[in-house]
């Protein structure tokens, strides 16, 4: 890899191919049809191909990177890992990038790695594999500032291959992808189809949406804003976590949109914060009006978002 490259385009240059491969393991795991199902907790799943993406993942970023924390949403173990699954290559495009000055020259104990194997597993599950994304996410000091993700069951007719990968760092440029702005005159809300409950439901049905889209995963929910399927993200919930957000909100912030708590403050995601998100995702697509949705928020709702 060309070592002249700095850090942060190192990072998202090799999360890339990181993805790519994790996005090849889950596909392998559910032909093998052995997902070896562990309930984490009440409507929490985990199965084999999330704790292998995360070992491929994570071996291979801190093997290239040893100083940064890497934190990931499974809990690591120590077996032995497939030599096939440990990633060195890097994108060659995004290694060429130009940065700003201000994140040209970072300090590697600033920086840190958020990592969801498998993103949309409860519908993964249940066969509903294009909800799946493998998110990577870069923060530095508190700011999620580039993110990956990658979709291993998208299908591509044009170039006859599974999977794509987006990418976007903040004030920098993004790929993989085309924003679209969501359609005028209406108000298309996306949410989540497995995690509900009473304030998730208040949330949204403050905000008199003309059509409700519930789809698995943060990652596939940010897809739909960055492609103009949505205009909006909203989960009332604390059920989200750091890995769920952290990229999502890097490419979203990248194109223009905007990912907050239902309180209007963006997540600090340095190593040493708590992991859910315990104010909610609300999140918009560029040129949406961010503060109607917080506006039109019931007090009550974000009372219990505490
Ligand atoms: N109540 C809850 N309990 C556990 N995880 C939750 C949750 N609500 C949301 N999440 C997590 O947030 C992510 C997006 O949720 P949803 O698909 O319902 O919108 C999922 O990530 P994972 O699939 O990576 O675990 C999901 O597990
Ligand atoms: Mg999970
Ligand atoms: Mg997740
Ligand atoms: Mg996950």
């Not at 996005?23 to 562990?38: A, F, Q």
């Not at 679209?180 to 005159?185: I, K, L, R, T, Y």
Request: glycine letters at 10%; one cysteine or more; charged letters at 20%.
């Amino acid at each position: 890899m060309a070592q002249s490259a700095s850090l942060l385009t190192r990072i998202v240059a090799t999360s890339i191919s990181a993805t790519i491969r994790a996005g090849k393991i889950i596909r392998d795991v559910m032909s093998d049809g052995g997902l070896k199902i562990v309930e984490k907790g009440k409507n929490d799943l985990q199965t084999e191909a999330d704790r292998c993406a995360q070992k491929c993942i994570i071996t291979s970023l801190s093997r290239l990177f040893p100083n940064i924390t890497i934190i990931g949403e499974e809990e690591s173990n120590s077996c032995e890992i497939p030599s096939d699954w440990i990633v060195t290559e890097a994108d060659q495009d995004i290694l060429k990038l130009k940065l700003p000055a201000h994140l040209e020259n970072i300090d590697p104990k600033d920086v840190c790695i958020w990592v969801d194997p498998l993103d949309g597993t409860s519908e993964y599950t249940q066969g509903l594999v294009e909800h799946v994304t493998v998110l990577v996410g870069v923060a530095i000091g508190e700011r999620a500032v580039g993110g990956v993700i990658h979709q291993p069951y998208y299908k591509d007719n044009e170039k006859g291959i599974l999977g794509r990968t987006l990418w976007g760092i903040n004030g920098v440029g993004y790929g993989g992808f085309v924003p679209v702005s969501p359609p005028d005159g209406k108000r298309l809300i996306t949410t989540t189809r497995s995690h509900s409950d009473k304030n998730v439901k208040a949330a949204i049905d403050a905000l008199s949406p003309d059509e409700v889209i519930r789809v698995g995963g943060a990652g596939h929910k940010v897809i739909l804003l960055l492609e103009g399927k949505a205009h909006a993200y909203v989960f009332a919930s604390q059920g989200c976590k750091k890995w769920d957000t952290c990229a999502p909100e890097a490419v979203l912030h990248a194109i223009g949109g905007t990912l907050t708590d239902f309180y209007g403050e963006k997540y600090a995601y340095h190593a040493e914060t708590i992991h859910p998100n315990l104010r909610g995702v609300l999140a918009t697509a560029p040129g949406q009006a961010h503060q109607w949705y917080l506006n039109h928020i019931p007090e009550e709702v974000k009372q219990n978002l505490q």
